[in-house]
T-cell receptor
Framework: DAKTTQPPSMDCAEGRAANLPCNHS???????VYWYRQIHSQGPQYIIH???NNETNEMASLIITEDRKSSTLILPHATLRDTAVYYC??????????????FGTGTRLTVIP | GAGVSQTPSNKVTEKGKYVELRCDPI?????LYWYRQSLGQGPEFLIY????????DSGLPNDRFFAVRPEGSVSTLKIQRTERGDSAVYLC?????????????FGPGTRLTVL
């Protein structure tokens, strides 16, 4: 699986959009981009994933550049409960034994009141 | 509905002892994963079950670690002759299928402390 690079920490004001970047310059054509987050003392929580097109769900939006070498997770209106470590992961789908996730150290997002 | 549950939530043991950590996945989920998370690090993959069989155990650090899932539901991670370096949070996750894009649902983890 391709490696990802994320800033170690970010701050965001409550109510503002949080934009979390991720570089994955060695991503392959069949690798998806996944985002998970981990709130303190809890297990990781799935947020969103995408392959080429931008994606949006009730939690966030995922913007993937045309060359797929980077992406941005957007939390449109950050709340204090969004304070967590956010992990960007790339992985190949559908291969037996390749379904595990490779987490890096992620970005620690702190939402400030 | 019920999510992934793990027991115990905390386990303190002495060096050299044997421990078992239990994971109850979401009902009907065929895939089950174990991860280990050390302080300040992201989770690291240990083993993956597809049904009852271990499809990938390449993340197990050594032969002191073993996991089973005899009926394709509950899984037990077993650690023999525990060492202080085994101290970590052990996370279990399940997903409804093994192929195609899918999300993994994580439990709260078991915090293992080896004294």
């Amino acid at each position: 699986d391709a490696k990802t690079t994320q800033p170690p920490s970010m701050d965001c004001a409550e109510g503002r959009a949080a934009n979390l970047p991720c570089n994955h310059s060695t991503i392959s054509g069949n690798e998806y981009v996944y985002w998970y987050r981990q709130i303190h003392s809890q297990g990781p929580q799935y947020i969103i994933h995408g392959l080429k097109n931008n994606e949006t769900n009730e939690m966030a939006s995922l913007i993937i550049t045309e060359d797929r070498k980077s992406s941005t997770l957007i939390l449109p209106h950050a709340t204090l409960r969004d304070t967590a470590v956010y992990y960007c992961i790339v992985r190949v789908e559908g291969q037996t034994g390749a379904n595990n996730l490779f987490f890096g150290t992620g970005t620690r997002l702190t939402v400030i009141p | 509905g019920a999510g992934v549950s793990q027991t115990p939530s905390n386990k303190v043991t002495e060096k050299g002892k044997y421990v078992e950590l239990r994971c109850d996945p979401i009902s009907g989920h065929t895939a089950l994963y174990w991860y280990r998370q050390s302080l300040g690090q992201g989770p690291e993959f240990l083993i993956y079950f597809q049904g009852t069989g271990a499809a990938d155990d390449s993340g197990l650090p050594n032969d002191r670690f073993f996991a089973v899932r005899p009926e394709g539901s509950v899984s037990t991670l077993k650690i023999q002759r525990t060492e202080r370096g085994d101290s970590a949070v052990y996370l279990c996750a399940s997903s409804p299928r093994t192929g195609g894009p899918n999300e993994q649902f994580f439990g709260p983890g078991t915090r293992l402390t080896v004294l």
